[in-house]
C-alpha cells in the first residue's frame, strides 16, 4: 500500500513545516511541495492536522508476572491500545526467573509478544549475578537488544543486589550497550514496609508512605555515582521527585550520560489521590508513588529545559480483582497502572495547550527521543527513508477519559474524568493503515521485533 498523505503539518523533533508525505514499501519514500499522486496510491487529505511520527514508548509492561496473575494488558490488547493512542512501538522488558538464563528469557518473551500489533523490542533484565551473567548479556547485544534494565527496589523478587548492579554496569558499558535503573533503595523500603505491618498499619495509604522521595533520590545518586566509575551509561526510568532531578542534572552538567523518563502520572496526579477507601487507593499503588505537587513541577520544568529526555508511560495495569491480593496487606497489591493509550493526548493537552513544551518538544519526548537512546534508527522521525509509521493527529478532538471508553484491558483508570484535546485519527505502521478514522482496521498485521 503506498499512502500519498496532502496538506498536513508536518511535526518533528527539529521542525514544523507544511509538506507532503509519499510512503512506499513501508518506508517514507518523500517529502515536499505538490508531489504527483502515483497511480497505485491511496490519498489522505491531513488538512488542519498534524503529521507526527508514530509514537515509541519506552517503558511498557505487557502480561507482567506477578503473584496477583499477569498485568491486565497482555501484547495484543496493551498494543492495540497503544495504537488507539499513536503509540506505534512499545519497549517492554523481559525478566527471567531466578536461574534461567537471559536468552531463554528473551526468546519466551519474543513469542509471547508475537501477536502484538505494534512493533516491540525488550529491555532485558539481570535480576541476579550467575557466573554466565555477563556471556549472556553479550549474547543478548548479539540478538539485537541494546537496553537492561535493573530493578534495585523489589529485592525479594525481581531486584537486583546493589553489589551486583556494578557488575552489570561494568559488563553493559563495556560492549557499548545502556543500563536503565529503577531507582528506589529497596531494602530500606523493605524495613519500612515491614515495621508498618508489624504495628498493624496494612492498609494501601503505607504504600506510599513507605516509599519516601528521598530513597528514589538517593538510589539515582548512587547508580549515577556507580555508572560513572564503570563508564557505564544510564538511563533513570520513572523519576518521580525534584530530589532526584537535582542529581541527574548535575550529572548531566559534569557531561556524564545520564538519560531521565518521568511519565504522564508523575507529571499529572499527587499524593493526595491516596485517601479513601481501599478501591481508590489501590489503583494509584504504583512504585514510586506519586509525589507532591511541588513534585509536578520541577518535572515540567525539567521536561521544559531537556533534563528529563522522554515521556513513557510503564503501562503496568491490574484490574480491582488483582490489587484486592493486597486488602488486609498493603505489601501483597500489585504494583503498577495503564497509561499506554493516553500519553500522546495527556502530554498535548497538559503540555503543549498549556504552553509548558512545544510541538517539537512533544514529538521529541513521546518519539524521537526514546527511539534515539535505545537505537531505533529508523522509528521516531519522519524523514524519508524511515519506517513509515506515521499518525494524523487531530487537535480539535476532545475526550474525557474514562474506564467506560478506553481500550486498556482494565477496570480501573488513574486519569478518569481527564478532559484531552487531541485523537490519534489516522494510524499508519510500516506504510500500513492501522487506524482509521479513529477506529481499529481489525485486518492490521502483527508488529515484528525490532533488532537493535
Ligand atoms: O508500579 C510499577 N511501576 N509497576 C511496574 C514495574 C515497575 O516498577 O516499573
Ligand atoms: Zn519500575
Ligand atoms: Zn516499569
Known sequence: MNILIQNGTIVTAEATIQADILTKDGKISDIGANIIIPADAITINASGKYVIPGAVDPHV?????????????????????????????????????????????????KQEASNALTDYSFHVSPVEWRSSTEDEIKECISRGITSFKVYLAYKNTVGLKDHDLFKVLKVVGKTGGLVTVHCEMGDEIDLMRNKFVSENKTGPEFHALSRPAIFEADAVRNVIDMAKLAHCPVYIVHVSSHLSL???????????????????????????VYKGDFSHIAKYVISPPLRKKEDQQALWDAVSDGTVKTAGTDHCPFNLEQKAAGIDDFRNIPNGAGGVEHRLALMFTYGVLTNKITLNQWVDLCSAQPANIFGLKTKGNIAVGSDADIVIWNPDFENTISVNNHYQNCDLEIFEGFKTKGLAETVIKNGNIVIENGELIVSSETGVFLRR
Open 61 to 109: 509492561h505487557m502480561q507482567l508476572p506477578t503473584p496477583a496473575g499477569p498485568s491486565s494488558d497482555n501484547f495484543l490488547s496493551g498494543s492495540i491500545a497503544a495504537l488507539y493512542g499513536g503509540t506505534t512501538t512499545i519497549l517492554d522488558f523481559v525478566t527471567p526467573h531466578k536461574g534461567q538464563s537471559l536468552t531463554d528469557a528473551l526468546e519466551l518473551r
Open 246 to 272: 537535582k542529581h541527574i542534572a548535575e550529572a548531566q552538567k559534569s557531561g556524564q550520560a545520564v538519560f531521565a523518563e518521568t511519565c504522564p502520572h508523575y507529571l499529572l496526579l499527587d499524593d493526595s
